[in-house]
């Protein structure tokens, strides 16, 4: 027996450090032979993806910076994926456009698009995994070519049929341009995309390994058209455009992790000569099984966490649901303004506070100051006492039901429709709810955030009942409250926009809400004394702005004063 535990052990200790060298050193060079590094990172939206560093590999060759991730990037992606599916199964015009896909003639790429959209459809984010590849290189220029490379990590996972998606931030700007894009790498070698102002990732398939992967894919992109050379150059490379709308590269390939039969072999004897004990079988068979799962693998991703899907899924909801300014208004920081001290939200807040907070009608935005690549967002938890609970369950009932009356009268869209089920299905408070958790923190953020919709429906009411009004009467210049909207800074969940109001019209007499320094101040302007101000249209009375921050570091709320005029006089 001495002898069968001393081997039990022996194999016992190998498993694990197997284990240990796939999960925690899975490119460390030293373990794995001259490959080149690479470092795991986890993108905003809760999801780890691998960067793979490049070299150069001549004097001649260009390095490009590696882009950091936005928040929800990654994210954004896999719901382009889910929801670019028509209702008859088939892929519609705007999804090829949005992936470079020429709609004409494109059936392989097409049907390897549509795949794409069914795994993500039927697995979520499970079936498949992304690898970041953002360390592209321009190796030189030749007849009108550009050559780009891009090195990917050693692993079999890489095998079934990745394929590499040259993903922007933002649809791209600018007229047409159809490019052909060469590899062996690729399959077909040769793949035509056509670009256009909708597309936002380029879409290319790579080819199944029969054996070793491909640790470098060098592709050439070439333009049809010799004179748009320069502005191909700008989309996959940045040039003298000036745009910030830079390309970042990912590798998409299936989450199916294979077993290694080798190594399954190897031990087979070790379970059927030392392990005769049905419980020793069983450790082992759970031990061997972990093995065989983790080894080898480089690029793995995690399932993003409950907090970070719900958090992107709320920004999409809010870019549907509220109104955009023009383009060109700037973009006003939140850091400028005045600021009580910020107070945290999590499991030690008062009920005291998140009462206040749950009945407040104050205007509410979502920022994410930190949330990056680099820093990934905290996991969020309340917890709220029973009767507290029962409140915020339905007050989110009422409010939900009435941000779907305004999505139909307003015609918003299905899409808002089905992200707000999805938020729902989020933030779902269960009758017998654990005394904390992460469904009250959802449930609380998605109560504020409809209130501050159902606000700026109710303003906007307002303001055309209000204008309604003064085209039917005569004193529409008097001074009165008007809506006055101001572009936030793009670091926030949203709303990006906020309603500030603002106080116009005249003062003349008889004067709106003046207090007697502006009666006697209007009185002596009216008796030709012209060297003194006039009374003024000015805020009398303000509400608050709550913001709260999300970061590494927890969840935090601060309250910014006077920022909405709600009421207005002469002064």
């Not at 003194?532 to 709260?548: F, G, I, Q, S, T």
């Amino acid at each position: 027996m001495l002898v069968v535990d001393l081997f039990y052990c022996g194999a016992l200790m190998l498993c694990w450090t197997r284990l240990y060298m796939a999960l925690i050193l899975p490119n460390n060079p030293t373990m794995t032979g001259n490959h080149p590094k690479s470092s795991s990172t986890e993108t905003g939206d809760g999801l780890q993806i691998t960067n793979a560093s490049i070299r150069t590999s001549s004097a001649s060759t260009v390095s490009r910076d590696a882009p950091q991730l936005p928040p929800c990037f990654v994210d954004n992606i896999f719901t382009a994926l889910r929801e670019g599916v028509g209702h008859n199964g088939e892929l519609p015009n705007h999804t090829l456009t949005m992936f470079g896909i020429c709609t004409e003639s494109d059936n392989t790429s097409g049907s390897v698009l549509l795949d794409l959209v069914k795994e993500v459809r039927r697995n979520q984010r499970n079936g498949l995994k992304v690898l970041d590849l953002s360390g592209g290189l321009l190796e030189g220029e030749e007849s009108g070519s550009l050559k780009l490379a891009f090195q990917l990590p050693h692993s079999h996972l890489l095998k079934p049929s990745p394929v590499l998606l040259l993903a922007f931030e933002s649809p791209l700007a600018g007229e047409k341009l159809d490019t052909t894009f060469t590899s062996e790498s690729l399959h077909p070698n040769t793949q035509t995309v056509c670009l256009s102002a909708e597309t936002q990732y380029i879409m290319l398939a790579g080819k199944e390994s029969k054996g070793k992967v491909h640790n470098t894919w060098r592709i050439n992109a070439e333009t049809y058209s010799p004179v748009m050379k320069q502005r191909l150059k700008d989309i996959l490379i940045g040039g003298q455009s000036g745009s910030n709308n830079c390309m970042i590269p990912l590798l998409l390939f299936s989450g199916e992790r294979g077993t290694d039969t080798r190594f399954t072999l190897l031990f087979s004897p070790l379970l059927l000569i030392f392990f005769h004990t049905t419980v020793r079988v069983v450790i082992w068979s759970i031990f061997l099984t972990l093995c065989v799962r983790n080894a080898h693998i480089s690029g793995s991703s995690m399932t993003p966490s409950r907090t970070s899907s719900f958090l992107c899924e709320l920004k999409r909801f809010l870019d549907d649901v509220l109104p955009l300014v023009h383009p060109g208004s700037p973009q006003l920081q939140l850091g400028s303004l005045q600021s009580l001290p910020p107070l945290t939200l999590g499991l030690s807040s008062s009920e005291t506070l998140l009462a206040g907070l749950i009945n407040s009608s104050a205007l509410t935005i979502f920022s994410f100051s930190s949330w990056s690549s680099r820093f990934p967002v905290h996991h969020g938890e309340l917890s709220l006492s029973p009767a507290l609970l029962e409140e915020l369950r339905q007050r989110l009932e009422q409010t939900v039901e009435k941000i779907m009356a305004v999505i139909r009268e307003e015609d918003v869209g299905h899409k808002a429709t089905e992200r707000l089920g999805r938020l729902k299905k989020h933030s779902v408070l269960l009758k017998k709810e654990p005394e904390a958790g992460e469904s009250q923190y959802c449930a609380f953020l998605l109560l504020k955030a409809l209130q501050t919709v159902a606000r700026a429906y109710e303003v906007e009411k307002k303001l055309r009942s209000t204008r309604a009004g003064h085209n039917n009467s005569m004193g529409g210049n008097i001074c009165g409250l008007r809506s006055l909207t101001v572009s936030l800074e793009r670091t926030l969940v949203g709303p990006n926009t906020a309603n500030i109001n603002n106080c116009h019209g005249s003062c003349a007499f008889p004067l709106v809400n003046g207090n007697n320094h502006a009666i006697l101040l209007n009185i002596h302007i009216e008796s030709e004394n012209v060297d003194e101000r006039a009374p003024c249209c000015v805020p009398l009375a303000y509400e608050h702005l709550e913001v709260v921050d999300l970061n590494q570091h927890g969840t935090y709320l601060s309250i910014k004063p006077d920022v909405v005029a709600k009421e207005c006089g002469c002064r």
